[in-house]
């Protein structure tokens, strides 16, 4: 048992895997730390309103993932950052006692977190956590 952390964005991509993510958790009887980034340095402080957008839209999708994963008997907890996507996930990990982390492979839609997920995965000798991959969300 332990916390697998689920980093999150706008692009609802790890809530297209929430089968996945209450399956691990339920197999390993660990909790879920669902993190939404928000990736403030794609913004200028002339787009403060999209900045916004863009956080209600994240905090948006965790609350529903948090009660789909609630509804399957999965203690969940959340928190939200500001910053470089690879960089907060990274941080999230250490500061929370993680034992494995969920970052997505791919998307249909551009998104941070896949990058970060590159990046993370490229710089390898800042990995200090288990990593486990969701698929791309199905094109419907």
């Known amino acids: 048992p332990g916390t697998i952390l689920v980093p999150m964005d706008n692009t609802g991509s790890p809530a297209a895997s929430t089968d996945r993510i209450a399956a691990e958790a339920a197999s390993t009887g660990s909790k879920v730390l669902l993190l939404g980034v928000v990736p403030v340095h794609l913004y200028s402080r002339e787009e403060k309103k999209d900045l916004e957008r863009v956080k209600k839209e994240i905090t948006a ?14 203690a969940v ?7 470089y996507p690879d960089e907060e996930i990274l941080k999230a ?4 006692a993680v034992s494995l982390i ?5 998307s ?9 997920t590159a990046i993370i995965l490229e710089e390898s000798e800042r990995l200090k956590w288990p990593v486990f991959l969701l698929p791309p969300a199905e094109v419907a």
């Open 61 to 74: 999708a965790m609350k529903k993932l948090k009660k789909t994963l609630a509804e399957k008997g999965i």
């Open 77 to 83: 907890s959340e928190i939200i950052r500001s910053g």
């Open 93 to 96: 990990a250490g500061e929370h």
């Open 102 to 106: 969920l970052l997505p492979s791919g």
């Open 108 to 116: 249909m839609v551009p998104s941070e977190l896949t990058k970060a």
